[in-house]
């Protein structure tokens, strides 16, 4: 009886293993659920959320390639890969990819020795206008309150993103009451990410929750964006009054000088006592020097140039200016990196994150990198993904504080002036000043801010505290 159990056991084995695999010519694309955006609704110049979901798969490659040229142009690749391991069973990956205006739009999963499942966007829905979205069973009912540029789209609760990014496409989200509530997580990351929340009330004892956020204020800001309690006929006139701040052109504001490049400079006296130093030598060497001179001369010449290029060359290869702008109301805020770079021999350059460019080249975004080509000289802006952050700069019943562990410089209110800088912990209040603003640290980002808001920042970060409540009110 033993023997013959030993001898089954190899029997077993083998038709475990015909039972539990999948031979390659059975995966198929009913394996695969793509979705790009809320609800597959994509918004062009946006971070949109990415979700694919596996089932029984072996470890694949997953490919995302938008043309971003025209006929004119020629075709701009954008190609946006990820490696997923196996999914024995369900896996579910999710990322924000950032989706320029486009022509077309491909995507492709492959494993080692085939292509798995593919598609393509249709480019007649192409789309930048923001999205409203309208959690509610009778979305129907809000449509005359909306703007007519407004770009509705009815969602439930458990397709609101879960990161910060996929925001950036929202313009604002209409809560009523009719369906499941929401959980106070989504609604915050909702208006710190820079959307206009609208809690159109009287709201059930099931979003009892959601009064949290608006505590004894109908309106006030929250991060980036707004959080409003109203009735119902106070939607429409919500909606054009209110609009999140503009967290993108800001980190590009921030970074907008910068067009020359960085490196040794030297004071014209000094040029000129070089120069004429030099010319002195070559014509002592011409005049005296005879048929040697001239060797002498050029020997002379060889030895000044290459003395000039190992006191003007830059310390560097690739330089970087590396800031980080956090735009805050009420302790949350909104966190933007963003990265200005210039290579001076040109070529390919890889950054260790996953950004997107400032305009329209080729470029390609890997698992945490960026990698694209410059022109010798040439300078890119890059924007990193929005996350939600601290805000250490705020506004407290009125009184400037640094809630942060650094010292704060070049502290600035809009419309009263510098202010002296903030150590940690200091709470003070922020008083008219004579003295005039140096704003330079801020590129055009001032053109941007509202009266009433606080700048500062500690070398690399670049804190926005804007003002809590309608008007610039404090």
Not at 119 to 127: E, F, H, I, V, Y
Not at 368 to 375: A, C, F, I, N, V
Not at 388 to 396: F, K, P, V, Y
Not at 436 to 448: F, I
């Amino acid at each position: 009886m033993q023997r013959s159990r030993k001898a089954l056991m190899p029997l077993l084995v083998l038709l475990s293993a015909v039972a539990f695999a999948q031979p390659a010519d059975r995966y198929s694309a009913d394996q695969v659920d793509f979705e790009l955006g809320i609800s597959g609704a994509v918004v062009e110049n946006s971070w949109n959320q990415l979700r694919l979901v596996l089932r029984d798969l072996p470890p694949v490659e997953f490919d995302l390639r938008i043309d971003q040229g025209s006929l004119r142009s020629g075709s701009i690749p954008l190609v946006y890969s990820a490696s997923i391991g196996s999914s024995r069973g369900l896996t579910v990956f999710e990322d924000e990819v950032f989706i320029p205006a486009w022509t077309s739009l491909t995507w492709s999963l492959r494993s080692a020795d085939r292509t798995i499942a593919s598609g393509s966007l249709d480019p007649r829905l192409r789309d930048d206008r923001p999205l409203t979205l309208l959690l509610s069973n009778e979305p129907g009912g809000w449509l005359a309150s909306l703007p007519p540029t407004a770009r509705a789209l009815e969602v439930v609760a458990g397709e609101l993103p879960q990161g910060a990014a996929a925001y950036s496409g929202v313009a604002a989200l209409i809560v009523d009451g009719t369906a499941t509530a929401p959980t106070l997580e989504s609604v915050v990351r909702a208006a710190t990410a820079g959307a206009v929340v609208i809690l159109a009330g009287p709201l059930p004892p099931s979003h009892r929750a959601l009064e949290q956020v608006y505590g004894s204020g109908s309106v006030h800001r929250l991060g980036a964006g707004w959080i409003v309690s109203t009735g119902r006929e106070g939607v429409g006139p919500a909606l054009a009054r209110y609009q999140g701040f503009p967290v993108q052109g800001a980190a590009t504001a921030l970074l907008s000088g910068g067009e020359e490049a960085e490196g040794p400079h030297l004071s014209r006296m000094t040029i000129v006592a070089a120069g004429a130093l030099y010319s002195l030598a070559v014509l002592l060497l011409l005049r005296f020097g005879g048929p040697a001179g001239v060797s002498a001369a050029l020997v002379v010449a060889a030895l000044t140039a290459f003395a000039g290029w190992l006191v003007l060359r830059p310390e560097q290869a690739v330089l970087e200016e590396e800031r980080t702008l956090v735009i805050s109301t009420g302790g949350l805020g909104l966190s933007v990196p963003s990265l200005a770079i210039r290579s001076l021999p040109g070529g390919e350059v890889v950054v260790d994150a996953q950004m997107r460019l400032g305009e329209r080249v080729a470029y390609e975004v890997g698992e945490g990198t960026t990698t694209l080509t410059l022109e010798r000289w040439q300078r890119q802006l890059l924007l990193g993904k929005p996350a939600i952050a601290n805000g250490s700069l705020r506004w407290s019943n009125g009184k400037l504080e640094n809630q942060g562990p650094t010292t704060l410089r070049q502290v600035l209110v809009l419309g009263l002036g510098p202010q002296p800088p903030l150590e940690p912990g200091t709470v003070r209040d922020a008083a008219p000043s004579e003295e005039l603003a140096s704003p330079e640290a801020y590129g055009d980002l001032l053109e941007l801010l509202p009266a009433g808001t606080a700048v500062a920042h500690d070398g690399s970060r670049y804190l926005v505290a804007l003002p809590p409540h309608p008007g610039g009110s404090l």
